[in-house]
Nanobody
């Protein structure tokens, strides 16, 4: 059984940094694309960033480019999202997702196979 678990969400002030972690169990961790998405009440889930674990590609949403960094842990069993210069617009529930190694639309939520329950990030002005 595949399990995806996010952690690291918190209440922070604008301008501060935060790192989210995503742990995956129940599948081989080398052959997938990992994505971070976020959602606020009443809005669609939006892509934040994704990383092909074979090193083929990395994507960032325009709203987070230059501030967020997605990376894979050295042990190969986790994916991180480092978020710098946070602002109120970054407040959301953040979800980690696992998709196929090669994806036609890696920023499309429907392309992903497995999802975590999310972790809440709240940025106070």
């Amino acid at each position: 059984q595949v399990q995806v678990v996010e952690s690291g969400g918190a209440l922070v002030q604008a301008g501060e940094s935060l790192t989210l972690s995503c742990s995956v169990s129940g599948l081989s961790f080398d052959d997938y694309t990992m994505g971070w998405f976020r959602q606020t009440p009443g809005k669609d889930r939006e892509a934040v960033s994704c990383l092909s674990l074979n090193g083929l590609y990395t994507y960032y949403a325009d709203s987070v480019k230059g501030r967020f960094t997605i990376s894979q842990g050295s042990a190969g069993d986790k994916v991180y999202l480092r978020m710098n210069s946070l602002n109120a617009a970054d407040s959301a529930r953040y979800y980690c997702a696992v998709g196929a190694q090669s994806m036609a639309q890696p920023l499309a939520p429907d392309e992903y196979l497995y999802w975590g329950q999310g972790t809440q990030v709240t940025v106070s002005a």
